[in-house]
């Protein structure tokens, strides 16, 4: 008798754990299946608190920080003596096995992980988009989503008039697609100082990027990119260089040019930049839990100033010498503050730069160009016509194609019009990452179907 009332006691008990486990993992869900669909009145009132959880990435295991990606930036810094750059691999490995001890590895993406610690696996990425910019910016979202692993969350900063665009736009695509990604969309807003003034200094909306560390309180990190960028490999990828940075680094970017003696900061600046060709900041890693919580060094203030606090006086006292805005702000930042940047290698930023002077860029001639970054307008006119064949071939690619077929194959065979072009000379290096990007999602596609019951 006793027996069976304990048996039934337990078997109650279980029953109640079982109901609250389930009830407590939808509503814990909800919220951010919502949020897609709540974005408009979301964004007005961005301010207020976003119930959503930080979806902090922690995961990288569910991208093996690629070894060759190491291989390049140790290689690439083998000259120099530094800490930084120093590839650390035990370090990062620890504290990820520590926090996502349960979530699953790599290969297990489809597998049925509990929803909440799926939602724990999303990247941050984040784009300013104004003017004519609507198509590029979702060209550059579409090739971030092809070929990524992880979910990615985007933070985009739209004017008025492209908000809705945006909107609409991105909840037309295919189902298959939009379970890979959420958005927010956010006014142009600058927190301190004069508001006219920052939107008019250099291009429209540029200078929002330098305060998102101020509005995204509740994102550890992130990648900010340009509108003109596009992804050639996993977005994963460069996301695990997070995991890389040492004690100090907040940030990371690559060197505006390679070859100091053709560098425009090095030839023309008239203040202060990061190292000896400055950086740029066209892609950029940011750990913004660090930056809210650093005092920056600076030449106005010796005790040091916080990210907010830095930026108006900043730009007051070198407002009359910088050319090229925000970019100008972060090389005087990362000047008088070296230790927190980290610098990773061209081919993670490729521009027009780097192919139109002839190639200075070794890390793309072996591995391929991973992230294009195709400045001064070069994917809408003829100037480089190797930026545009790829930028054509990701906006028309049908979303679920194959992607060799309508997309490698495409741009390979356009890129044979362009091989008399400064650019378009040596081919491998735009064409050698895609293609093996293309292969690994092929091959993924492949294991997953032959695989059965997941
Ligand atoms: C981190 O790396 C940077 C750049 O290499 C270096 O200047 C800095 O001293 C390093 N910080 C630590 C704590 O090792
Ligand atoms: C960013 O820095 C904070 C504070 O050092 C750290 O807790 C967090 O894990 C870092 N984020 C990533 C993605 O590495």
């Avoid at 900063?157 to 736009?169: S, V």
């Avoid at 900041?281 to 010796?302: A, C, D, E, H, Q």
């Avoid at 400045?375 to 190797?386: E, L, M």
Wanted: glycine share 6%.
């Amino acid at each position: 008798m006793r027996i069976h009332c304990k048996v039934v006691v337990i078997a109650v008990c279980f029953g109640v754990f079982l109901l609250l486990y389930f009830w407590g993992g939808n509503a814990a869900d909800d919220p951010l299946l919502k949020e897609v669909g709540e974005e408009p009145q979301r964004q007005r009132q961005q301010e207020k608190k976003k119930k959503e959880e930080v979806v902090e990435e922690e995961s990288s295991n569910s991208s093996p920080s690629p070894s060759e990606l190491r291989r390049d930036v140790a290689a690439k810094f083998a000259g120099k003596s530094s800490a930084g750059v120093g590839v650390r691999p035990e370090e990062p490995r620890k504290e990820r096995r520590g926090v996502n001890a349960k979530s699953k590895p790599r290969s297990n993406v489809a597998q049925p992980v509990s929803k909440r610690s799926r939602a724990e696996e999303f990247m941050h990425l984040a784009v300013v988009a104004c003017g004519n910019r609507l198509d590029e910016t979702l060209t550059m979202v579409k090739s971030a989503l092809l070929f990524s692993i992880k979910k990615i969350k985007f933070h985009i900063f739209a004017e008025d008039p492209l908000a809705p665009q945006f909107e609409e736009r991105l909840n037309q695509w295919p189902r298959g697609i939009s379970a890979k990604f959420q958005f927010s969309i956010y006014p142009i807003s600058f927190s301190v100082g004069n508001a006219d003034e920052w939107k008019k200094l250099f291009k429209p909306c540029a200078a929002q990027r330098l305060f998102l560390p101020v509005i995204l309180k509740d994102v550890d990190s992130l990648l900010y990119v340009d509108t003109d960028v596009l992804f050639l490999r996993p977005m994963d990828d460069i996301w695990s260089l997070l995991k890389s940075f040492n004690k100090t680094q907040l940030a990371a970017m690559a060197p505006e040019h390679e070859v100091p003696k053709i560098g425009w900061y090095s030839r023309f600046a008239r203040h202060p930049f990061y190292g000896v060709t400055g950086v740029n900041s066209g892609v950029m890693l940011m750990n913004l839990t660090r930056i809210r919580s650093t005092l920056f060094k600076n030449s106005m203030i010796p005790s040091g100033l916080s990210w907010e606090d830095l930026l108006h006086p900043l730009y007051q006292k070198y407002k009359n010498h910088i050319t090229w805005g925000d970019q100008d702000l972060l090389n005087i930042i990362f000047h008088y503050n070296p230790e927190c940047l980290f610098i990773f290698p061209c081919q993670w930023n490729y521009r027009p730069d780097h192919c139109m002077y002839g190639s200075n860029c070794k890390g793309a001639e072996e591995e391929g160009v991973s992230i294009l970054h195709g400045n001064r307008g070069v994917y809408h006119d003829d100037k480089q016509p190797a930026f545009k064949v790829v930028y054509d071939a990701i906006r028309d690619f049908p979303f679920e194609d194959n992607m060799f077929q309508s997309l490698f194959y495409p741009i390979q065979t356009k890129f044979l019009d362009t091989v008399n072009t400064l650019c378009g000379r040596i081919p491998q290096v735009f064409l050698k990452q895609i293609e093996k990007t293309m292969r690994k999602v092929f091959e993924d596609k492949v294991v997953r179907h032959v695989r059965p019951h997941k």
